[in-house]
Every structure is written in C-alpha cells, then in structure tokens.
C-alpha cells in the first residue's frame, strides 16, 4: 500500500478551553478533511458556553519557538490566522509570513479575523490600524458582517458585496469572503467573495481590476451548537486550498461542510432545554447534494425561468463514447459507427467556410441517429438545426440561451469543478461535462485538472433522484487505459479528441473506447 504525503497547514490562533472553536476547531476540521494541522497558539482563552472570562496571550519569544520546530520539518501549504491577541503579534506575525512567502513557494495565508466572541466579550483590543500591516501580506480574509464592517469601516452598510469590495481595495487582499451567517436577511444564509484571479501580492497592482465575485446561498440552518463554526469554515476553506482546489471550489465545499455540520447540530440543540451554546460539529468531507449551496450568479438572475433544456431522449440506452472532432472528414469517417453522440468542434475557420461546414455537418448527421452537437456556434447550429450545441463556460454569458432554448436544440454545458458544475447544473441543460479529468495536450487546462476523486465527487452533486439528473460527460486526456477507471465513477459518457484522432487505427481506438464504458 502506497500511504500518500498529506497536505500540510498551520493554524496560528487561540485555544479554546470548551473545546468548541480556535485550535481545537481547527484540529478536528483539517483532520476530517485530510489534511495535517500544525497549530501556533496564540493566547490562552477560558471560556465556555456562556462567557469569555479571559484571553491570555503567549509571548513572541514562545510564537517564536513553535515557528522555529514547525519551519524546520512542517513547512505549510497554507497557513490558516485566527485570534490574534495583541499589537506585539501583529507585528511578529507579518514579518514571519513576509520571510515564510520568501521561503514556500506559492504559499497561500487565511485570516479569520476574530473579534468578538459569540457568548459575549472582545477577544482583543486591536485597532484597524494596527491589524492593517498584517491584513496586507495575507491572501484571503473570512469575516462575518459585524467584522467586514469594522475592516471597511462602512459600519452602516450591510451589503457583503460592497463590504468585500472596500476590504478587497483597502488591503489588496486576493480573495475576501463575508460569511452571511449572522446577518438579518430572512431564511437564508449568503456568503459572498470578492475574487481577484491572479495573485496581486506577488504581481503588479493593475491586476486588481480583475476580480470576480461568487456569491453562493443556502436555507438558513438555527442551532445553537455553532460555537466554532466560523473557526471551522476558515480551516475547511484552507484545507481545501491546501488539497489543490481553486478558490470558488474552496469556499464552496466550505460552505458545504458548514451547512452539513450545522444539520447535525440541530438534532443536538432540540434535546437542550436552554440555550446551552455548545460546538458546531464537524463531519468531514460533505457529500449530500443537499448539503451544497445554490450559486447565486447573474446568469441565473436572467434565466431564473427558462424551463429545462430538451432532454437527450436516451430511453434507457447509456450515451457511452462522445468522439469530439473538428472536420467533415472525421464526421463521415465516424457517423457509419453508431455512436450515439459527435461533436464538431471547430477552432479558427474563416467566417463564410465555417458557416458552410456547420451546414454540411447537420445535413450528413442526418441520415444516422447520432446526436450531433455543434461547439460554441449557438446561432449557426440554430440557423441549421443542430441536434443541439456545446458551450464553455466563458462563452455562457454572451450565449443568448433563451433563443436556444426556444430553437427547441439542446445544450451541453463545459463545467470544470464543483462551483461552475453546480452553477451550470442550475440552468438545466441536456447534459453537463466535467474536465479536464487528466492533463491533456489538447488545450491548456492549467489549475483546472479534476482527478477521478473530483469526478466522482461533482457525480454526488446531483439530485438523489435518478430520473432527475442530468447526463454527465467526463472529458480531457481520457485514452484507453484511462477509460475504464474513469468509467467505474459510474459516469455516463467520455468524450475525446486525440484518443480517436491520433489513433493509429481510429476505427478499433472508437470500438474499444465504447466497450470501456458501455461495459458499466
Ligand atoms: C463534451 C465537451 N466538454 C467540454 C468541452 C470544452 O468546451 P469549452 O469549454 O467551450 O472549450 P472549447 O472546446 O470551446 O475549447 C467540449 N468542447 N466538449
Ligand atoms: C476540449 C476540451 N475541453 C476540456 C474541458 O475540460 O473542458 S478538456 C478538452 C480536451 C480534450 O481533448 P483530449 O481528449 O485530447 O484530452
Ligand atoms: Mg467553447
């Protein structure tokens, strides 16, 4: 057996005597998740469920000794900040994460800048300005409404976009998530993100035009066993960092593993008589659709009542291999083979040779009963009737989708990971595609490489009911050995580019790349 090396992150924050939240949250969080939790305390704190009696901080000179050990054989991948206790570990701390990003390689930093406790009581006494030189060499900060108010000193605004938007300015941070779980919107808990996509602390500041939001909702979860959650949110979020994930990827898991933590707590809240404040419970990896939030986006904002897409009318039958080709001549080699779906993907044709081989393409896929999908041409495979048409993600936007839709053609989505497949999920297209599974040298998919594990994860964001999910589509350096593993994921169709187009005899490449997965 081989045992793989675990990601390694450090929590640098306070303990929790109750056991609920600081080191103690962060621990059983990271550990249930898979990663190694290295842990910097900084302040003593005694407290239970009901007050906060005392923060006692440690020195810098023992700050000091714990970073020495850790430094030596724990170099972390992301460090995770929380209680920060005094002027003097402000001050100690930024200069240790400003030598540690010299020394660690894409290092990435997460504050969670705790203030007040929830039972009552300040953790500190810091001022803004005290904390800002700390707050400018980390990467991402968490704070919930009260604490994004104190860092954008906007104390009357209670808008998490703007909020984030006036810290993410202020500090130059890379990513600032306002969690929405103590503010005043009814029923519903929003956490929002303000995501610049390239690393500004590393790079030239006109990058901070860049950024992109996220904002993602759930059902409002009461318990009273919270004490902690927020601790417990940021350590996921890093952890998941940690494990590889994309910030939107992070932050939604993130929010998963909190909705699915505070579900468990409920049944523990109704056995208490009082509002006994006890820990938020931490499950580790989530998994149930349920526990996922909705992505809240302006695409859904403008398509929040377009029916679902057509479906592909599979009656039964798997949609198995999904050839995806950029020639007529491909198109006739392979449409005798019985496929059940080929994509004519098309790069850098002029405008009116373009047109005419769309045309072509329809009229040939008309004589089989193979499904043909026209990539990024939405107005052209209307024009000709496509059986239906395939879409990126950066082309959703400009797709005019109702035009699509009323067509009466179908749509295939391109989705690379949790967030963007539970976005495109939303819209309801006829099927959804994940990628890149493996690394491929058919397009640069750099930072966007799944894995089986994230095949089979983004496959459980679907509804339990089977009638209604949608068709996945796995995609991106699937070759025959690779087939089968990707197949026992239980997902319903590969598609491939080189393993048919650069076989030394397509024909056989198609044959046995549709028994690999029709076998399941
Ligand atoms: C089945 C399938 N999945 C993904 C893609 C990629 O589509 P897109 O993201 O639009 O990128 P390009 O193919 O246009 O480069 C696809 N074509 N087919
Ligand atoms: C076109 C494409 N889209 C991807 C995605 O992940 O969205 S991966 C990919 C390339 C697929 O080619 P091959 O089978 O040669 O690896
Ligand atoms: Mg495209």
């Not at 929590?11 to 898979?34: E, F």
């Not at 041409?377 to 936007?397: F, N």
Request: glycine residues 8%; hydrophobic residues 40%.
């Amino acid at each position: 057996m081989t045992i793989k090396q675990k990601a390694i992150i450090w929590t640098i924050s306070g303990s929790d005597c109750s056991g609920g939240a600081g080191i103690a949250a962060d621990i059983k969080t990271g550990h249930g998740l898979g990663v190694e939790v290295c842990s910097l305390i900084t302040a003593n704190t005694a407290q239970n469920s009901s007050q906060l009696l005392a923060v006692n901080p440690v020195s810098i000179e023992i700050l000091q000794q714990q970073y020495e050990v850790l430094i030596e054989d724990k170099s972390p991948t992301v460090i995770k900040i929380g209680l920060v206790a005094n002027v003097e570990q402000v001050v100690w701390l930024t200069q240790a994460i400003k030598a540690l990003k010299q020394q660690v390689n894409g290092l990435i930093v997460v504050y969670d800048p705790v203030g007040q406790a929830s039972v009552g009581g300040n953790f500190h006494s810091l001022s803004l300005n005290e904390l800002t030189p700390l707050l400018k060499v980390v990467d991402i900060v968490t704070p919930n409404l009260a604490e994004a108010q104190a860092l954008a000193q906007l104390d009357d605004i209670s808008e998490s976009k703007q909020l984030a938007q006036r810290i993410y300015q202020a500090f130059a941070i890379n990513a600032v998530i306002v969690k929405g779980g103590h503010s005043e919107q009814q029923g519903v808990s929003s956490d929002y993100c303000y995501h610049q996509l390239n690393q500004i602390k590393q790079d030239n500041q006109d990058k901070l035009h860049q950024a992109i939001s996220y904002q993602l909702s759930s059902a409002r979860i009461d318990s009273h066993y919270s004490h902690g959650g927020g601790c417990s949110f940021a350590t996921a979020l890093a952890s998941f960092l940690a494990l590889g994930y994309l910030v939107r990827d992070a932050f939604t898991l993130a929010k998963a593993f909190i909705n699915q933590g505070l579900k468990a707590s409920v049944d523990l809240s109704a056995s208490k008589q009082h509002q006994y404040y006890g820990a938020f419970e931490q499950l580790g990896w989530p998994h149930s659709s349920e526990d996922f939030p909705q992505v809240v986006d302006d695409i859904h904002r403008q398509y929040h009542d377009l029916p679902a897409f057509k479906s592909l009318n599979l009656n039964g039958k798997q949609l198995g291999l999904y050839p995806v080709i950029d020639s007529l001549a491909w198109l006739k080699r392979l449409l005798p083979l019985g496929l059940e779906i080929i994509q004519l993907r098309v790069k850098n044709l002029p405008e009116d040779e373009l047109e005419q081989v769309i045309a072509q393409a329809v009229e040939l896929a008309k004589d089989y009963n193979t499904r043909l999908f026209i990539n990024d041409y939405w107005q052209l495979a209307i024009k000709y009737g496509a059986y239906g048409v395939h879409i990126g993600q950066e082309d959703l936007m400009a797709a005019d989708l109702a035009q699509i839709q009323r067509a009466g053609i179908r749509l295939g989505l391109s989705t690379h990971g949790c967030y963007e497949f539970l976005l495109a999920q939303q819209l309801q297209p006829s099927y959804l595609a994940i990628g890149a599974i493996f690394p491929t040298s058919t397009k640069d998919m750099t930072g966007q490489i799944q894995g089986l594990d994230n095949l089979a994860q983004v496959l459980t964001l679907r509804p339990n009911d089977k009638a209604k999910q949608i068709p996945v589509v796995a995609i991106g350096g699937i070759n025959l050995a690779r087939a089968p593993l990707v197949a026992a994921t239980g997902v319903e169709s590969i598609a491939v580019v080189t393993s048919i187009t650069h076989a030394d005899d397509p024909e056989q490449a198609v044959a046995q790349l549709q028994v690999c997965i029709n076998k399941t």
